[in-house]
T-cell receptor, first 112, second 111 residues
Framework: DADVTQTPRNRITKTGKRIMLECSQT?????MYWYRQDPGLGLRLIYY???????NKGEISDGYSVSRQAQAKFSLSLESAIPNQTALYFC???????????FGSGTRLTVV | QQQVKQSPQSLIVQKGGISIINCAYE??????FPWYQQFPGKGPALLIA?????SEKKEGRFTISFNKSAKQFSLHIMDSQPGDSATYFC??????????FGAGTTVTVRA
């Protein structure tokens, strides 16, 4: 099993729909992150959590929400999906920056 | 607005050549500068990192050069191999806080 598992891997949804992307990890790390990747823009931070009771907004949190259900689970929700939220979404975990982030394989989301 | 500016967006190099990717930043509070490597269909993975008290760090064929006064740092891939074909991201952070990534550089190594 992968250290960081994201589901689904691919999703097509319609404008206005609510959608949840899920992330689970077996690393035992406290820190978890959600990034989106867009061509030419790199990786931009949406939300991050340093423990179960700690949730913080990143650079581009508008239109998104998160839930940290347990140390191992961190889900990202799009309350009302819009086409410019079409992107590749990554979940990541870390102990601290020195050991690097462990990324999942990503969820490719298309909003039509 | 990205806090770390990365260039070029893409580059092509012949096998055995040198790939050079540059990054620049403005925030002098940044104290940790990693590079991540991403293969198609995969998430990024830590490649090499440097702190501003060091001007160069080498791991195998990968070298980071750091110029604190110019607020720039670069990744050199020596003797580039086809297996190095990937997207590379520079990043920066402050006090073990969240990472800010550059826009990425797609490197293609031609055999």
């Amino acid at each position: 099993d992968a250290d960081v598992t994201q589901t689904p891997r691919n999703r097509i949804t319609k404008t206005g729909k609510r959608i949840m992307l899920e992330c689970s990890q077996t690393k035992g790390h406290d820190r978890m992150y959600w990034y989106r990747q867009d061509p030419g823009l790199g990786l931009r931070l949406i939300y991050y959590s340093f423990d179960v009771k700690d949730i913080n907004k990143g650079e581009i949190s508008d239109g998104y929400s998160v839930s940290r259900q347990a140390q191992a689970k961190f889900s990202l929700s799009l309350e009302s999906a819009i086409p410019n939220q079409t992107a590749l979404y990554f979940c990541a975990t870390s102990v601290n920056r020195n050991y690097g982030y462990t990324f999942g394989s990503g969820t490719r989301l298309t909003v039509v | 607005q990205q806090q770390v500016k990365q260039s070029p967006q893409s580059l092509i190099v012949q096998k055995g050549g040198i790939s050079i990717i540059n990054c620049a930043y403005e925030n002098t509070a940044f104290d940790y500068f990693p590079w991540y490597q991403q293969f198609p269909g995969k998430g990024p993975a830590l490649l090499i990192a440097i702190r501003p008290d060091v001007s160069e760090k080498k791991e195998g064929r990968f070298t980071i050069s750091f110029n604190k006064s110019a607020k720039q740092f670069s990744l050199h891939i020596m003797d580039s191999q086809p297996g190095d074909s990937a997207t590379y991201f520079c990043a920066a952070s402050i006090n073990d806080y969240k990472l800010s990534f550059g826009a990425g550089t797609t490197v293609t190594v031609r055999a």
